[in-house]
């Protein structure tokens, strides 16, 4: 699917409005997945929506708090650079730090599938 468009959408608001836009694309196109994961795959909807819940959760509590930060605190005088770098920082924290803690299982998944591409 094409995020590309959402994510231009989102340029004037810069990475939390990318990040939106993204996210909104993710969203629209979720019928679909779940379609073609029935019909192709034989994966129950239900299974897929347990699936992507914890990661979706995270990335939306990640969203608000950066959205958060980005308008909260005081950046005068700071490079838009350094905020933009700050802000990457921040969400990626974030979000790496609640898939740890919600999502542990999608984590040890992760875990294991990069060490078979290592062997």
């Given amino acids: 699917h094409d995020r590309g468009g959402f ?5 004037p608001w ?11 694309s ?12 029935k019909s192709r795959l034989m994966i129950r909807p239900r299974d897929l929506i347990l699936a992507l819940g914890p990661p979706f959760a995270a990335g939306a509590l990640m969203f608000i708090l950066v959205r958060t930060a980005a308008e909260n605190v005081p950046w005068a005088g700071i490079h838009p650079f350094v ?3 700050a802000l ?11 898939l740890l803690t919600i999502a542990n299982t999608h984590v040890a998944q992760l875990r294991s599938a990069l060490g ?3 062997s």
């Fill in 7 to 11: 994510a231009a959408a989102g340029l």
């Fill in 14 to 24: 810069g990475i939390v409005g990318v990040g939106a836009g993204i996210g909104l």
């Fill in 26 to 37: 993710a969203i629209l196109w979720m019928p679909v997945v779940i379609v073609f994961m």
């Fill in 83 to 85: 905020r933009l770098a």
């Fill in 88 to 98: 990457v920082f921040l969400g990626g924290a974030i979000y790496i730090g609640l």
């Fill in 116 to 118: 078979a591409m290592r």
